[in-house]
T-cell receptor, first 114, second 111 residues
Framework: EAGVTQFPSHSVIEKGQTVTLRCDPI?????LYWYRRVMGKEIKFLLH????????ESGMPNNRFLAERTGGTYSTLKVQPAELEDSGVYFC????????????FGPGTRLLVL | LAKTTQPISMDSYEGQEVNITCSHN???????ITWYQQFPSQGPRFIIQ???TKVTNEVASLFIPADRKSSTLSLPRVSLSDTAVYYC????????????FGGGTRLMVKP
């Protein structure tokens, strides 16, 4: 079974530019999550999709972040315009069930905003 | 959400048993205790989950005392490849899967 994949693995952009991160969950997983770790901080929850619907987006930092999951398969997280403080690692996770032990994380996308 | 407290770091040697304790004094009745492991440049990986007493799987054991205010992750006979950050998470298993990560414990296994 293929795991959660994320693209790109690394991204370096300048402040003010736009970046789109992609996550492909494990096939059949209705639950998809985005998390991030900004420099020196803890891993923080961003949002949760159930299929194509946003179940919980309480962790989204501001309106520069837009997550979509059209068709309930892969998801994208767009940052527009990117700011310096957005630098960090963005993790995607997926799960079949909603219990706390079933989240399968991807390797993350390392974003550096200069 | 119950706050957790873990040691920032621990050192061990190959072949030893490692015990990492997590304090969660405000754990609620419906809360489960879950441990994740994270290697450098990878996402967190589920290790073990429990509610009370002892849980064991092929990777680790989880000991939870009767008052559930703490838990101990036990890794038997660690190897160099067990060098990682270990996170203790506490929360309601049925309240959604929003995981709240703390600082974790950075385990360094030495030869």
């Amino acid at each position: 079974e293929a795991g959660v994949t994320q693209f790109p693995s690394h991204s370096v952009i300048e402040k003010g530019q736009t970046v789109t991160l992609r996550c492909d969950p494990i096939s059949g997983h209705d639950n998809l999550y985005w998390y991030r770790r900004v420099m020196g901080k803890e891993i923080k929850f961003l949002l949760h999709f159930v299929k194509e619907s946003k179940q919980d987006e309480s962790g989204m930092p501001n309106n520069r972040f837009l997550a979509e999951r059209t068709g309930g398969t892969y998801s994208t997280l767009k940052v527009q315009p990117a700011e310096l403080e957005d630098s960090g690692v963005y993790f995607c996770a997926s799960s079949l069930y909603r219990d706390r032990g079933s989240a399968n994380f991807g390797p993350g996308t390392r974003l550096l905003v200069l | 959400l119950a706050k957790t407290t873990q040691p920032i770091s621990m050192d061990s040697y190959e072949g030893q048993e490692v015990n990492i304790t997590c304090s969660h004094n405000n754990i609620a009745t419906n809360d489960y205790i879950t441990w994740y492991q994270q290697f450098p440049s990878q996402g967190p990986r589920f290790i073990i989950q429990g509610y009370k007493t002892k849980v064991t799987n092929e990777v680790a054991s989880l000991f939870i005392p009767a008052d559930r205010k703490s838990s101990t992750l036990s890794l038997p006979r660690v190897s160099l490849s067990d060098t990682a950050v270990y996170y203790c998470l506490v929360g309601d298993n049925n309240a959604g899967n929003m995981l709240t990560f703390g600082g974790g414990t950075r385990l360094m296994v030495k030869p």
